[in-house]
Each structure stands twice: as structure tokens, then as C-alpha cells.
């Protein structure tokens, strides 16, 4: 087959590929699917199970204990005993479990990434068997009639049959970072280089302006990009702020241990107090009570279990980074149409000269002229069932026709045009013109602040006419004015020149209310101390009517709306002093927003933006969490932001940033009780050590550090949000993780169990009754570090304010951690291997009353702190 597709006429691929004008059938999809595999570029390898595993074996902790096991085996025959192996299959059990616990976490968090990669793949509109169908890009096959618009991603490698006004953005492929011109014309240069090949579109570029029809030529690997793509497809992952700033505390940490570590054998050494086996295996067990080897795990872990829970919230994650940023979102600046409101468009209100405005409006007294440029100037298409698809505001207008009988489902089916301007936000008008007596009649609407503008009119009219919009304005009302003009011909290329020196026609008025769960989300903003900002490309008036209305303008705070023409009279100086009071910006032009992130990031805020439309990608891009919309966003908006809605809701961003809040919350108290059980440990280990005592064996501090630990940090990380949350004033994201007075608590508690322990020590006799001594020791360790995880279930609140059924995590692993514990001293055999003795009735009412101190230190702190900050 020839593949110079460029080269050949449009027709002749149809005929080729065996495609119709109306699209391949559904069955013939299906077929082609299987046999041409889908249409994505491969990914590189997928990790395994059994790979998750082995890397669990990367960690030098691991090795470190691998090492240790065998030292502990051989070490006494250099003193010339038999080989020891009760010590060292301990170990090797230990290890073996944490690596299966970890690459059951692990495999858990992976799924749940790839499960949102899945839902943030992008999608085509196909037409099959003459439906137009939206689709994931992967089901694409060779032969796919396609249609594409501006901020559509071009989704495989495609021959233009049909377009209007088109422009692809093709830097991805290349490098050429203007947007080019498309058309269906064939280029004749087999040869001719990809940016020259006009007629095609290729996968990974995107369509920044215009609209076409197309048929896909290639996919998957076969594509131009698919040429290139061996060597992009790396599965890099992205790590965040945090877990980068957790990584370095826990390495810096690591080092320090291991110097200890180091001296605590060699001060065994010069005591002579211990055999070289038990001095290295006290330096091991300090090594690794202290380094927070599971940390990094589990705030990674945390991370993901966030993501998944987000998005079943209607917040797809699409940059892992975000889900930390979002917590301290201080700023939300939030388009109105679709996200504010429901962006359920109806005519309400009709005006021209001629007729008399009535409060139904819909139609009365009319002039048919009207609905005849409502009719023509339309995108919306009718789907099977007759109902109007496509842009809201395009299908109220259709919709309107079709109520008021004024038009059939026939009519709309059968409208032709002579040429187009597509709408966009830029020029807030769109065009289309029609064949009228052997000329063209052009229909022009839009924006009535623009549209006047290019209208020759009477300065009665003219006054009338910006009368009645502003009189619909104040309503909330979205206003559109209509005009037209007769010409000879026209260039559709100088967009200027066609819609200017019009005669105008009249004005349409649509309500498009409220979300209802919005005015509520702008509520839990201002108590969580976030500012929202409402940006449209909506008249001032209408814009003030809602925001009013929604509450985030109002009578008690200062804050005014300007115009995106005012805001370009600002200097940036100017925007300084007054972002802060601003809650509303009209009529704004994509470019506006990024000035507006800027001028709030100058102010130090961490601020969100939403935006759907090709040209807020760059402001999606600049603002600390750029969202995208998940149903009317165009993939190029969506690529650009950090978090897509799935339900294109504002209440959504909120919800998110309350999730946000709470990961970061849950990630805090696990980082902190892991330290402060370290904390706890190395303490322990080293007092007793120097003091000449036995506290514990090396595999005791192994036991709790890799196993019972394990479950109450996990649990801790799943908490769910705290009353609260949404009544603190966003985090500073200057702050540091752990403040001072933060890690003062970790040693505070950690410095507190190691008593506790050393007390049980003490009151089960000591060395003179070593077994049970150290058997309370070891219990009293282990729970008392399950309690202090009950504790910091709130960093704030009481424990004993907590409802039983709500944290249902956190006391699986409480029972559950204090079970494998209990097993260890009940079960005979596992007693003996850990060399420990079964303990009487009294003994365990001493364990379990110092634990219970434990919590009660805690609370104390606790309490302090509330008493302190009231
Ligand atoms: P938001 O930015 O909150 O989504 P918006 O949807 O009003 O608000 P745009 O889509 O940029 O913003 O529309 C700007 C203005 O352009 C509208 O207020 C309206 O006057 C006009 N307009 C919107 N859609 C169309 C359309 N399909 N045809 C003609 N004019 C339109």
C-alpha cells in the first residue's frame, strides 16, 4: 500500500481503507480493532508481581539485615561454637514478611494509578455507521471518519476530507511551535517533509483553532509519532515535594543512625560486656529501630489511596505532586459558565426593534429574520432521538426552534452553509453564511458588547439596544445579539472584515442557573480561609447578578468586579494592590488569567484555575493546581492541568481541596508516629545499653519495627478527615513538615515509651529476672506504640471524642498488631524462639496500665496545646 497519504485524494483513501462517509460500522470497528490492536503507543514493560517483590530487596536496610542474619549464623564458630541459625531464620522470616507486605501495598498503589491513567485517557469523536460517537482514542481504528475541533488533541494519524478555518499545533512532532494551517488539499511532493504535509493531522499534535472531518490513516505504533516513540516510552514516575523532602530526612537519618550504630559496637566491644555476636546484633537492631526505612512506602502508598479516593470524588489526579499542593490552596479562581452554573442554557427573553419586549419573550411579535439567523448561525446538531447536541449555549438556541415549532428536526438537518467562522472566546462571535438569492447572507452573533461594535446603526438604536442588555444583564441573563449582512463574497480567512458592518438584528436572553451545591462550596471557602474568584467571559452585569447570588461577592466584603478591558488598563503594580479585591473579572480573553495567577502568586498565594478552552492552557499551566474539565474541557486543556472534574463542578474543587487537606493531615500523623516510635526504640536500646542492660533482642526491635508497626501506619494514613478540616486556614506552604516544636513532640513521645519500657523492665525484675523482664519490656514497647497510634488519630482532638465506627482502619490494626503480638508470647514454640516467658494475671494488668499512660501522655499534650492556642 502506498503510504504517501498526503499524495492522494481524499476520496480515493475513503474508497481505499474500505470507509464510507458516514463511518466504518460498528461491527467492522470491532473486527479491525482485533486485528490492528489498539491505538495507543506502547508504554514499555509493566512491572510483575513477582518484580514489585525483588525490588522490595533494593532497600539497604534489607541488606543490612541479610547480612546480619548470616553473621549471626557463622559468628560462633569463630569462636569456635557450632552454627547458631535460631537468630537468623528469625530474621530472614521478618525480612520475608515486610518485602511481602511491601509488594502487597506496593501492587495495590500501582493499580490505582493505572486505574487513573485509564480514566485520564483521551477520547475521539467518531462517526459509526453515521452516529457520531464519543470514544476512547485507544478503539480508534484505520478507516475511522473522525471530527475534530479547536482544543481537541489529534488522536491518531489522520487525512483531512473536510475543515473550516483549521490550525494544528504540531511542536510535539515538529518543533514548530506556531500553529499551522490545515486543509483537505492534496499536496503533490511525495517527499514532502511532515510540517509541509497540509492535509494530514498527526497523533500528539493538537487542533488550537477551526474544526474538520477526517479519516484515520494510521494508529498505534504506525503512526509518525509511533516512529519516534520507542525511545519516549519510559514509565517515569513522578515523585513529589514531600516525598522528596521525607526522602531526605530519612536518609539523612540513616546516616546518622549507622554512625551510632558503629559506636554503640565498638563501645560494646570496649566493655567487654557482650560477645561480638551480640554487640553486632545490638548495633543492627539499633540500625534498624531508628532508620524509617517504611516511610517513604507509605506516604507514597497514602498518596495513591488519596488519588483513587479523589477520583471517585469526581477529581482525577493527573500529576501526583497536586494532591500535596492542593491541601494549601489558598486561591480558587473559577470560570463561571458550566462550573459556577449548570450551564443549562434556555431562552427566556427575546428583543429586537421591531417587537415588543414581553416577559416570556420566547417568540411573540418577533421578526422573522430573527429566527432565521438563530436557525443558520448555529453548531448544534440534532442526535437520534431529535434532541439538540453540542455546546449549550449553540443547543438553546436550537432547542428554542424546535419547542416553539418554529422549526422542524427536518429543517436542522438539512441547513447548508456557504462558509463559517467558528466561535471563540477571543472574538466572542460566531458566523455563518448562507446562500442567499445567487449571494451570500452572512449571520454573525455574539457577545452584544462586540457585536454593536460592528453594527451600522442609529445612536437610538444603539442606546435602546444596551439598554434592554443591560436591563437582561442585571436578571443574570447571558445576552447574545444577532446581525447580519448581504455580500457578493466573502474571505473567511479575515474574520475583521467579515463580521464587521452589520445590520442589526436583535437580542436573545438565556438563563442558565446556578449549581446549588456550589453556593454551598463558596460557603466552606471562606471558612476555610480560601478566597474564591469567579472569571468569565460573561457581560460584567450578568456576571455580578451570579456572583452575588453564589455569595462570593457581597454586601460585607470589599470586593468589587472589573472588566478584562479594565484589567488591561492595570499595570501590573496596579493589579498588585488590588488582586486582593477583586472577586469577579468579566469579559476576560483566555490570556487574562495567567496576569491574574501571576498577580496572586506575586502575593506568595498558592491559587488553583480552572479552564476547558485551547487558550487557557497556559494559565492552567502557571497556577499552582491548574483544573481542567472533564466534560466540556478540550484535551488541550485537560493535558495542561494537574486535576480534571469529572463533573465540571465547583464544589468538586472544593471537595478535593478538603481531600487534599486530609492526605496531607494522614501522612503527617503517620511520618510522626513512625518517627516517635523509632524515637522510641533507639532510646530504649541505647539507655539500656549503656547502662549494661538486656532490654531487648535485636529480632524483638526487628518484630515491632517491620511487622507491628506496619498496620497502625497505614491505618493512620486511610483517617478520615477531621471535623474540622475545612474551618482551618489553608497550611503555609512555607512551613516546614516537622516545625520544631513537632519534632520536640516526636523525641518528647519516643522518650516516653522507652521509659515506659525501661519501667516495665524494672518492675519484672530487671536482669535478675531477665526472661520476664524482658518479656514485659518487649510487650510494653510493642502496645504502648499502638496506643500512642490511637493518640495520633487527631492532632488536636481528644481520642476519646472519636466515634468507634468511623475509624474502623485504625483499630483493625490495633487488634490486629496487638494479636500478632499477643501470638508471639501465647504460642509456646514462637515464646521460645524470641526467648521470652509467659507472663501472670498481674504482669499483663502492669503492661497494659503503662500502655494506657501512654495514651493519656499524649492526650495531656493534647490538651496543652488547645489550652496554649485558645
Ligand atoms: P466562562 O468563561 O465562565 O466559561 P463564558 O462561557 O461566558 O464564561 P466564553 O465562552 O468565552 O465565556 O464566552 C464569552 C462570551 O462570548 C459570552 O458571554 C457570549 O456573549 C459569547 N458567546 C459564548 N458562546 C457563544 C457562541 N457559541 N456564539 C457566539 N457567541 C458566544
Excluded at 467 to 473: F, G, I
Excluded at 800 to 815: D, V, Y
Amino acid at each position: 500500500m502506498n503510504k504517501a497519504w498526503h499524495t492522494r485524494n481524499q476520496k480515493d483513501i475513503i474508497k481505499e481503507l474500505n470507509s464510507s462517509e458516514t463511518g466504518l460500522t460498528a461491527q467492522e470497528a470491532k473486527q479491525r480493532l482485533e486485528k490492528d490492536g489498539p491505538n495507543k503507543l506502547s508504554e514499555g514493560k509493566k512491572r510483575t508481581l513477582l518484580g514489585i517483590f525483588f525490588a522490595q530487596f533494593g532497600d539497604l536496610m534489607i541488606w543490612v539485615l541479610i547480612g546480619a542474619a548470616i553473621v549471626s549464623a557463622v559468628a560462633p564458630l569463630l569462636e569456635g561454637g557450632h552454627p547458631e541459625f535460631t537468630d537468623a531464620a528469625i530474621i530472614l522470616v521478618v525480612v520475608l514478611l515486610n518485602a511481602v507486605l511491601g509488594t502487597i501495598q506496593e501492587s495495590k498503589a500501582e493499580a490505582a494509578l493505572d486505574a487513573l491513567k485509564q480514566m485520564a485517557a483521551p477520547g475521539a469523536k467518531v462517526l459509526r455507521g453515521g452516529n457520531l460517537l464519543k470514544i476512547p482514542a485507544s478503539e480508534l481504528v484505520v478507516g475511522d471518519i473522525i471530527s475534530l475541533e479547536a482544543g481537541d488533541s489529534v488522536p491518531a494519524d489522520i487525512r483531512i476530507i473536510e475543515s473550516a478555518s483549521l490550525k494544528i499545533e504540531e511542536s510535539a512532532l515538529t518543533g514548530e511551535s506556531v500553529p499551522v494551517d490545515k486543509s483537505s488539499v492534496t499536496i503533490g511532493d511525495e517527499k514532502a517533509p511532515l510540517g509541509d504535509r497540509l492535509c494530514m493531522g498527526f497523533l500528539g499534535t493538537s487542533v488550537t483553532y477551526g474544526r474538520a472531518t477526517a479519516i484515520v490513516v494510521e494508529t498505534g505504533m504506525n503512526t509518525q509519532m509511533g516512529a519516534i516513540a520507542s525511545h519516549l516510552a519510559s514509565t517515569e514516575k513522578e515523585t513529589t515535594p514531600l516525598q522528596k523532602k521525607l526522602n531526605q530526612i530519612s536518609n539523612i537519618i540513616s546516616i546518622g543512625v549507622l554512625g551510632i550504630a558503629v559506636l554503640v559496637f565498638a563501645l560494646i566491644m570496649l566493655s567487654k560486656t557482650e560477645k561480638v555476636n551480640d554487640a553486632f546484633m545490638t548495633s543492627v537492631a539499633l540500625a534498624v529501630a531508628a532508620i524509617p526505612e517504611g516511610m517513604v512506602a507509605v506516604v507514597t502508598i497514602v498518596l495513591a489511596m488519596g488519588m483513587r479516593r479523589m477520583a471517585g470524588r469526581g477529581a482525577i489526579i493527573r500529576r501526583l505532586p497536586a494532591v500535596e499542593t492542593l491541601g494549601s490552596t489558598q486561591v480558587i479562581c473559577s470560570d463561571k459558565t458550566g462550573t459556577l452554573t449548570q450551564n443549562k442554557m434556555t431562552v427566556v427573553k427575546l428583543w429586537t426593534e421591531r417587537s415588543t419586549p414581553s416577559e416570556k419573550g420566547v417568540g411573540d411579535n418577533v421578526d422573522p429574520l430573527f429566527f432565521e439567523a438563530m436557525f443558520h448561525c448555529n453548531d448544534s446538531r440534532l442526535d437520534d432521538s431529535n434532541n439538540p447536541i453540542g455546546d449549550p449555549t449553540e443547543t438553546a438556541f436550537i432547542t428554542h426552534l424546535l419547542t416553539t415549532n418554529l422549526r422542524k428536526a427536518e429543517d436542522i438537518r438539512n441547513r447548508t452553509r456557504a462558509g463559517e467562522i467558528p466561535f471563540d472566546s477571543e472574538r466572542k462571535l460566531s458566523t455563518v453564511a448562507i446562500k442567499h438569492n445567487g449571494a451570500m447572507r452572512i449571520f454573525v452573533k455574539g457577545a452584544p458588547d462586540v457585536l454593536l461594535s460592528r453594527c451600522k446603526m442609529s445612536a437610538g438604536l444603539q442606546v435602546e439596544a444596551e439598554k434592554q442588555n443591560e436591563e437582561m444583564a442585571k436578571k443574570a441573563l447571558r445576552v447574545l445579539a444577532y446581525g447580519y449582512k448581504d455580500v457578493e463574497k466573502a474571505d473567511f480567512n479575515n474574520a475583521y472584515e467579515v463580521e464587521n458592518g452589520l445590520t442589526f438584528i436583535g437580542l436573545a436572553g438565556m438563563i442558565d442557573p446556578a449549581r446549588p451545591e456550589a453556593k454551598a462550596a463558596i460557603a466552606v471557602c471562606r471558612k476555610a480561609g480560601i478566597v474564591p474568584v469567579m472569571i468569565t467571559g460573561d457581560h460584567k452585569i450578568t456576571a455580578v447578578a451570579i456572583a452575588t447570588d453564589l455569595g462570593i461577592l457581597s454586601a460585607n466584603d470589599s470586593r468589587r468586579a472589573i472588566t478584562g478591558a479594565e484589567l488591561e488598563l492595570m499595570s501590573e503594580a496596579d493589579l498588585d494592590r488590588d488582586v486582593e479585591h477583586i472577586g469577579v473579572y468579566a469579559r476576560v480573553a483566555p490570556e487574562h488569567k495567567s496576569r491574574i495567577v501571576a498577580a496572586w502568586q506575586r502575593k506568595g498565594k498558592i491559587v488553583s484555575m480552572t479552564g476547558d478552552g485551547v487558550n487557557d492552557a497556559p494559565a492552567l499551566k502557571s497556577a499552582d493546581i491548574g483544573v481542567g474539565m472533564g466534560i466540556t474541557g478540550t484535551d488541550v486543556s485537560k493535558g495542561a492541568s494537574d486535576m480534571v472534574l469529572t463533573d465540571d463542578n465547583f464544589a468538586t474543587i472544593v471537595t478535593a481541596v478538603g481531600e487534599g487537606r486530609r492526605i496531607f493531615d494522614n501522612i503527617h500523623k503517620t511520618v510522626r508516629f513512625l518517627l516517635s516510635s523509632n524515637a522510641g526504640e533507639v532510646l530504649a536500646i541505647l539507655i539500656t545499653t549503656l547502662l549494661g542492660w538486656k532490654l531487648l533482642l535485636p529480632v524483638h526491635i526487628l518484630w515491632i519495627n517491620l511487622v507491628t508497626d506496619t498496620f497502625p501506619a497505614l491505618a493512620l494514613g486511610v483517617e478520615p478527615a477531621e471535623k474540622d478540616i475545612m474551618e482551618r486556614k489553608p497550611r503555609d506552604q512555607k512551613t516546614p513538615f516537622f516545625t520544631g516544636r513537632e519534632w520536640g513532640r516526636v523525641v518528647l513521645t519516643g522518650a516516653a515509651e522507652a521509659t515506659l519500657a525501661i519501667i516495665a523492665f524494672i518492675i519484672g525484675g530487671g536482669t535478675e529476672n531477665q526472661s520476664v523482664a524482658m518479656t514485659m519490656a518487649f510487650l510494653t514497647l510493642a502496645l504502648s506504640q499502638l496506643f500512642a497510634a490511637v493518640g495520633f488519630q487527631s492532632e488536636r482532638h481528644s481520642a476519646f471524642s472519636m466515634r468507634f465506627k468511623e475509624h474502623k482502619p485504625l483499630w483493625l490494626a490495633f487488634f490486629g498488631s496487638a494479636l500478632l503480638q499477643l501470638v508471639v508470647i501465647l504460642v509456646p514454640p514462637i515464646r521460645d524462639l524470641f526467648e521470652l516467658s509467659m507472663l501472670d494475671w498481674l504482669q499483663w494488668v502492669q503492661v497494659v496500665a503503662l500502655c494506657l499512660l501512654m495514651l493519656l501522655f499524649i492526650e495531656g499534650q493534647k490538651l496543652v496545646a488547645r489550652i496554649i492556642n485558645k
